[in-house]
């Protein structure tokens, strides 16, 4: 199948298309309608995955203008990964919403399907400027999105974000211009030979337009200075619309691996690695911020929110320390905390629907109607945010901290654990306040099957990781590997002469 | 021409960030389209400026970069529709909080307290 590659963009445009032209379509046509179109795009995630396993670096030339004039997606065993795990997240996250979620304001399911294609879009292009219009294109969904069913909260929260992405995207094309003038060339991989030859008074340029790439996407991904948005925009957020924004952040920790890794390899010469002193502080920072955050943290999706911080940090120390063992770990932690937080976004909304007025704040409330079961998903969910044994959270922070190495070892270790010991006392506190401190009579409705399936799916990942944590970190450690020789994905795009169409 | 274009790009550069830093809406919108404007003049010129030059390959010499164009164009639709957009979301945040702050309080200081 050659247009494989493309599928995981055109089958959500294409959804999306036909879910907003048909909007008088009675909702359960759209939920099916958006139902099949995620659940097609996990098998798609799946035939992709099982494609780049081999090593091999395959791309699409759109319109047959073969790289570096044309635009291609690039298929190479990272961005299979991170399609794949996207349309796992969303089908848990699609699921969730036909329980009820999408019928509180219009089209849900068609701008969730355009999310999901700017999402898998940015994960596959492999043209700096093409990366800026799925961005673009995702944020637009994510806009609407994170407004569905409008309100007060929502409202003010959306200013905020849709001010700053906006404010980001002006960076974003500052950024790509200046490099555009400094090499000549919008293709990461035509850059990457470029820069290797790149006269030395343009090397300022270059170094000044990597930094604001860093800059962009670093506030996508939530990084130290730059995260004020997100705590107050997650929370507020529509419970599936919640979850899929978790792979958000890490289409930012993406980018900065992707560029980083094939733009700024070892071949840039004086300028290679320039990212790395600054993602390796910032990180450390973050898990800080994180870890004050999660302990102050009043409601339970505000505190989920802030443990999506602790993600990101983590991730980004990975990123700073670079080795290639560095970046399998992030990458293992990264499938984990994903869908993990997600299922907690999905985990608190149900527990704050039957807790009536007290909703997820953090204070006596009703006792819940299910309680025992709900107890039961939040105390696994708890255990592998937390990183505790025997879930994947200990795997991956294990994986993390045995990458380490020397001096990283001393700032790494007690700052992870010290943020695992935060998330821990904070979980441990919301989760007997919630389920133990109760007064009054049962009020809430038994929940419906759809939004236990989302939440199950998303939360079954984590012991689903260990037992397959053998194949998963060979994969991860192979992406690595791959990651670590740009010269592969230079080799297959620019001097193979015979194309795809 | 160079500095002429320069000195534009960068007064409307630092408009632009200066009224995105102010507190009500409406200011913050008018900043975000000057923002935009002076990112597509800076795309223009990112390729090189050339006067009359074809806008097409034309010869060996007298040409200008078509890229920047097609990318400033890309980045002139998307902006237009983002403005579209913030305007509306301003006007729903005014109606719902009451005030048009992007924090969506009075301000503190007594300059606007009714």
């Known amino acids: 199948m050659q247009h494989l590659i493309v599928l995981p963009v055109v089958l959500p445009l294409i959804a999306g298309i036909l879910l907003l032209f048909r909007r008088q379509w009675a909702i359960q046509v759209q939920r099916l309608v958006g139902t099949i179109a995620t659940s097609l795009l996990v098998v798609v995630g799946i035939a992709l995955v099982a494609r780049a396993a081999g090593g091999e670096v395959t791309y699409y030339a759109l319109g047959d203008w073969q790289p570096p004039f044309g635009i291609a997606l690039v298929l190479d065993r990272l961005s299979a990964l991170m399609v794949l795990l996207t349309a796992v997240l969303a089908l848990g996250a699609v699921v969730f919403a036909c329980a009820g979620d999408d019928a509180r304001g219009s089209n849900f399911h068609g701008l969730f399907q355009w999310q999901l294609m700017g999402i898998n879009g940015a994960f596959l292009t492999g043209d700096l400027f093409n990366l800026f219009v799925f961005f673009e294109v995702l944020l637009l969904a994510s806009y609407a999105l994170l407004m569905h069913g409008g309100g007060k909260a929502r409202i003010q929260a959306g200013v905020y974000y849709v001010v700053l992405n906006l404010a980001g995207s ?70 599936p619309v919640a979850a899929l924004f978790a792979i958000m952040t890490k289409v930012g920790i993406y980018a900065i691996l992707r560029v980083y890794s094939l733009i700024f390899g070892d071949h840039a010469g004086p300028l290679a690695n320039l990212e790395q002193a600054w993602v390796w502080w910032l990180s450390l920072g973050t898990l800080v911020a994180a870890g004050a955050g999660v302990l102050a943290a009043r409601d339970l999706r505000l505190l989920v929110a802030y443990l999506v911080l602790v993600s990101v940090g983590t991730l980004l120390a990975g990123i700073g320390m670079g080795s290639p063992s560095a970046v399998s770990a992030l990458l293992y932690y990264l499938i984990h905390t994903t869908l993990i937080t997600g299922g907690l976004f999905l985990l608190a909304e149900l527990i704050g629907l039957q807790r009536g007025k007290a909703g997820t704040r953090l204070v006596k409330g009703r006792p819940l109607r299910q309680g025992g079961w709900l107890a039961g998903m939040f105390f696994v969910g708890a255990v592998a945010v937390a990183g505790l044994p025997p879930l994947s959270g200990a795997i991956g922070k294990a994986l993390m901290m045995s990458a380490a190495e020397g001096s990283q070892r001393a700032w790494l270790w007690p700052v992870l654990l010290g943020t695992g010991l935060c998330a821990l006392i904070a979980l441990s506190r919301a989760g007997s306040t919630l389920f133990w401190r109760s007064q009054g009579e049962l009020m809430g409705q038994p929940l419906p099957r759809r939004q236990w399936f989302g939440v199950v799916w998303l939360l079954g990942a984590s012991p689903l990781l260990v037992a397959l944590a053998g194949p998963v970190s060979n994969y991860t450690q192979a992406t690595a590997e791959q990651l670590a020789h740009p010269q592969v994905v230079v080799n297959a795009l620019l001097n193979d002469a015979g194309g795809m169409p | 021409m160079e500095s002429l274009y320069a000195i534009t790009t960068g007064v409307l550069t630092a408009c632009g960030l200066y009224l995105v830093l102010r507190s009500r809406t409406f200011p913050v919108v008018v900043g975000l389209t000057l923002l935009s404007y002076a990112v597509n003049l800076f795309l223009f010129s990112m390729g090189g400026l050339t006067t009359d030059g074809a806008a097409i390959l034309d010869g060996p010499t007298d040409y200008a970069d078509p890229l920047p164009q097609a990318l400033v164009l890309t980045a002139i639709v998307i902006g237009f ?34």
Request: net charge negative; hydrophobic share 55%; no cysteine.
């Open chain 1, 170 to 239: 002006s960076l974003f094309l500052i950024a790509v211009g200046v490099l555009y003038g400094a090499t000549g060339t919008l293709n990461m991989a035509d850059m990457a030979v470029r820069l290797g030859e790149l006269p030395a008074e343009r090397a300022g340029l270059v170094t000044a337009g990597g930094l604001m790439l860093l800059v962009v996407f670093g506030l996508k991904a939530a990084i130290l200075p730059l995260y004020f948005w997100l705590p107050r925009a997650y929370a507020a957020a529509p419970a």
């Open chain 2, 81 to 114: 529709a983002m403005t579209a957009f913030v305007v509306i979301l301003a006007m729903r945040a005014r109606s719902e909080a009451g005030n048009d702050h992007v924090d969506g309080r009075q301000q503190e200081d007594g300059e606007d307290r009714p």
